[in-house]
């Protein structure tokens, strides 16, 4: 941690946090109360040393040749995550992964509101997809000034994503959850995370063919 | 490539090659039929000299000072993630997660053909989602046997996605389609591709604290 409170860490190191407070709470389960670096690296499917750098830049939790505390672990990454706060989230697109994201109770329980779902269609319009509203997608603009907004969840085909996406952009929002089959090209102070459905299921085609045989884990 | 037709590649180029596929795409789309080594590693969000090493692999499509004949590199890779073959796709669980994917027609585009769903709940059997039937869960085995199934997807909450994985594993299956929220624990030769919703955006929720500033792309 920097001397201001802010803390510089790489992209990798933060994509792998969430999988660390997801097995930390796994162990916690299973009554696992503390752990070394090498037990958690095999869960973690990494190396010991990796994990130790991984938690340093944190201030570090563990002590030598006692492990790490779980339970601390699991309550600091928390923290760093922000699952303590609440997040308001919209939702571009009123459609089948929308209904998939209102419906999960696991979004809620971590912090994440869905608070309003935009919608170009008029059929959609004064629904609700669960208990979210649906509303026209031109009065984005108007709920976006007048109400905390943190994350943008884009669930709407190639091309209007990368149009919608800008313009919510020039509203001020940066932080963007993006379903869309493309990257949204936005100016690096956005910050994107995107599940690319396709993309992953065909990592698995690509295994099928027993004749590719990947080289490491 | 090897001799005996085999290729040896890292996890992570494989990672990275549906999103060539995808962008290539878009390129064709755009009527750019070459690109510099240069020009697609901005794209890609990486350096030229990564695009020309991850080409590589599969006997380069570039010449020197030419740049690359984008149709072909997209053919090839296309052939290499095997989008010209159909591949069965069984789910296991028939909730909200299962009607987005079944619903999402570019699936099918890419050679996806979701055959059957499995789930527990006797209310559910019989019924179709979309054109695909739901069928109880203890049916799995015998359909395993008796048709050709490519890749398993496991659309349950964490405890039985284990269970059943596992189970799955053992009737031969050996590409996995993970969206519960927890590492599957299979042996080394299962392929498993994890989609989890909650970790990406708890990624976004620790970008959110302005104190968090990433130190690379």
């Not at 946090?17 to 990494?46: C, F, G, V």
């Not at 928390?78 to 696991?106: D, F, P, R, W």
């Not at 919510?168 to 932080?175: A, D, N």
Request: some cysteine; overall charge positive; aromatic content about 10%.
């Amino acid at each position: 941690m920097q001397k201001d409170g802010s803390r510089k860490i790489s992209k990798a190191v933060i994509s792998r946090l969430p999988a660390y407070y997801r097995n930390l709470h796994e162990l916690l389960e299973k009554d696992i109360t503390r752990i070394s670096s090498e037990q958690l690296s095999r869960i973690m499917k990494t190396t010991a040393s990796q994990v130790r750098q991984d938690l340093n830049h944190f201030g570090g939790f563990g002590q030598q040749g006692y492990g790490y505390n779980v339970t601390r672990l699991y309550e600091e990454i928390g923290k760093i995550l922000g699952v303590e706060e609440s997040h308001k989230v919209i939702i571009v697109g009123a459609g089948n992964i929308t209904h998939a994201l209102v419906n999960y109770a696991g979004f809620h329980d971590h912090g994440f509101d869905f608070i309003c779902i935009f919608d170009r269609n008029p059929l959609t319009h004064g629904l609700a997809i669960g208990p979210v509203p649906v509303r026209p997608l031109n009065e984005l603009p108007a709920f976006v000034r007048s109400n905390k907004v943190d994350i943008v969840t884009i669930c709407v085909p190639r091309e209007p994503a990368k149009i919608y996406a800008k313009k919510i952009y020039k509203l001020g929002l940066r932080s963007f959850w993006n379903f869309a089959h493309t990257d949204l090209s936005l100016p690096d102070d956005a910050f994107v995370k995107d599940v690319h459905l396709l993309d992953s299921v065909l990592e698995l085609s690509y295994m099928i063919n027993e004749k590719n045989i990947p080289v490491d884990k």
